[in-house]
């Protein structure tokens, strides 16, 4: 029989901490490239090394949570999820914002020194309230109304999410809620019909798809039988999304109005508000399928590319590696959705898997956005590209998944499983 510390080194999820330290070490060298330019800044040409500092305190915190116990996160879930939401109710009175995020108030700030974004604490927090909420309703749901605690739960962070101005958090915290109550067994009909209003909302803007789209879920309502209030509530819903969403477009700052207007088409304000994707678009196109090369990116190095070490890395590797480097770091994110996904599946229970598949699917949201926002796929939003973008509250929280993820597959291999047998 093998001694325990044999079975404690072969419980440790190898394909899952190399693909994260492949992404981490990827991200490295495009913080350290975005500072390449041929204007010099200090600020800039230093934030790989204090990116580095963040990934050595990540790791440090990694190597901490994987010495605990799921049990151990499944009990701090309230207490983590009550000190985030108090740091995001902080944010409206110590909030302050920067880069393409100047008018949110992401960073708690005192005295003037940036302390964190209590949002990526809060996604984690949320994730594991989620979870734990989720896990403990063990009768199959078959109604939305049977849904108001796990919406709640995710409502109260998502409200002051959005009082701070931050929209790509807030469809962070989105993508969580479908994504788990998805993994927790929800039938599809159920989710869709609960996504229903904000989808009219959406689609309000243009009669004919609108019209479409609520025949359609009429047919869904008839189908699927909800409760009668709860299928006229839907339905009366729907039809004030559809009314609501011409009042709000009047009611929008012009500013606000143009965002809108340059995701659909960026020349509209190519020197204003269309600039960054425009300039990001050239960049990737520009890279072709082998890149520029490591550091000799020419967007990049004349300061054409906005917030290149933050929201537009992405647009550094598109640059310098080309076509050949896209595909690699997709190929990366793509691996760690994967492991992640099976890790939700061999999980012992269902708090850590659904805290298995929640994490995963917070990485996969903001991937397709950031990524999205970089090619004008998606509105521009701020919001950062995992392992990749500047930041060390985003880095340790990253990692801090990772090291749950890890607690998680090796609790859920067992014995047998790390044997091999």
Known sequence: MAAPGILRRQSIDVPLLVTALLLTVFGLAMVFSA?????????????????????????????????GSVRLIEWSAWPLYLMACIMLLLLQFLGSGAGTAASTKQWLTIGGVRLGQPAELAKLATTFMLARVL??????????????????????????????????????????????????????????????????LVLAFSTGVWGAWFLILVALVLW???????????????V???????????????????????????????????????????????GGLFGKGFTLGSQKRLNFLPEQQTDFIFSVVGEELGFVGVVV?????????LRSTRIAVRATDAFPSLVAFGLMSAWFVHVMVNVGMTLNLMPVTGIPLPFFSYGGSFLLVSWLAVAVLLRISAEGRGQADALGL
């Not at 040409?45 to 190597?63: K, S, Y």
């Not at 340059?262 to 678009?281: E, H, M, R, T």
């Not at 770091?329 to 959705?337: E, I």
């Open 35 to 67: 500072g390449q330019t041929d204007m010099p800044d200090k600020g800039l040409e230093t934030l790989w090394q204090r990116q580095l500092a963040f990934f050595g305190v990540a790791m440090a915190a990694t190597w901490v949570i994987t010495r």
């Open 135 to 200: 896990a403990s309703q063990r009768d199959t749901v078959t109604s939305m109304r049977e849904l108001w605690k796990p919406l709640f739960v995710v409502a109260v962070p998502w409200v002051l999410v959005l009082a701070t101005k931050d929209l790509g958090t807030a469809l962070t915290f989105i993508g969580i809620c479908f994504a788990m109550l998805f993994w927790a067994g929800v039938p599809w009909p159920v989710l869709l019909m609960l996504a229903s209003p904000g989808i009219s």
């Open 224 to 238: 699927y039988r909800p409760y009668l209030l709860e299928g006229v509530v839907l339905v009366v819903a729907n």
């Open 240 to 286: 004030v999304m559809g009314v609501v969403a011409p009042l709000l477009w009047d009611k929008l700052k012009p500013y606000q109005q143009q965002r809108f207007l340059v995701f659909l088409d960026p020349s509209v304000d190519a020197q204003g508000s269309g600039y960054n994707v425009i300039q990001s678009q050239v960049a990737i196109g520009s």
């Open 329 to 337: 770091a997709l190929s990366l994110f793509l691996a760690l959705f």
